[in-house]
């Protein structure tokens, strides 16, 4: 298996640009999250969808953020403009879901170095 | 709220000895999922062992285990017989469905293995 692709691996932007970070879950998962790791912060879940639909995006820091699925082995994450404190690490992770009693660990992609100048 | 707490920002253990990472952690949930990550210094997050909230035993995965002690609310990882490639942060997460939903993650503890 494949695991869990992102791309770009490292993407260095100009601030106000927009930038498009890729995802492709482990064929089968039915759970999709975007996670954000920074030095300040920590990791941070963005937002996580089930089934391709929507279920927290709590964690989506404001309006610049939003993140598609439009189908079961595709997500994005954009921001647009994009601002120096958007630096970090972006992660996706998908997993398989479950039901109450059995593990359902996440698998996390190699994650997205994004850097806004 | 979720909240997970790792008190060890750093630990130097000298190789082949066993090493506790601590954790603790805070919910009204009644079901739960917890977990443990490692992050080498590659980047990668390595999922490790997890350990639902109704388990009886402790969960184990090769030389890992997973001290859980539900009345103290700790979910702390054991290594056995430590190695080199042991040196990464190490990640306490929880989740309140047993892992179908997000993970609220520690601050992580940096393990460095001496030889």
């Known amino acids: 298996d494949a695991g869990v692709i992102q791309s770009p691996r490292h993407e260095v932007t100009e601030m106000g640009q927009e930038v498009t970070l890729r995802c492709k879950p482990i064929?089968?998962?039915?759970?999709l999250f975007w996670y954000r790791q920074t030095m300040m912060r920590g990791l941070e879940l963005l937002i996580y969808f089930n089934n391709n639909v929507p279920i927290d995006d709590s964690g989506m820091p404001e309006d610049r953020f939003s993140a598609k699925m439009p189908n079961a082995s595709f997500s994005t994450l954009k921001i647009q403009p994009s601002e120096p404190r958007d630096s970090a690490v972006y992660f996706c992770a998908s997993s398989l879901g479950g039901y109450r009693g059995r593990a359902s660990e996440q698998f996390f992609g190699p994650g997205t170095r994004l850097t806004v100048l | 709220a979720q909240k997970i707490t790792q008190t060890q920002p750093g630990m130097f253990v000298q190789e082949k000895e066993a090493v506790t990472l601590d954790c603790t952690y805070d919910?009204?949930?009644?079901?739960?999922?917890l977990f443990w990550y490692k992050q080498p210094s590659s980047g990668e997050m390595i999922f490790l062992i997890y350990q639902g909230s109704y388990d009886q035993q402790n969960a184990t995965e090769g030389r890992y285990s997973l001290n859980f002690q539900k009345a103290r609310k700790s979910a702390n990882l054991v290594i056995s017989a430590s190695q080199l490639g042991d040196s990464a942060m190490y990640f306490c997460?929880?989740?309140?469905?047993?892992?179908?939903?997000?993970?609220?993650f520690g601050t992580g503890t940096r393990l460095t293995i001496i030889p």
């Open positions: 919910t009204s949930d009644p079901s739960y999922g």
């Open positions: 997460a929880m989740s309140p469905n047993f892992g179908n939903e997000k993970l609220t």
């Open positions: 064929s089968g998962h039915n759970s």
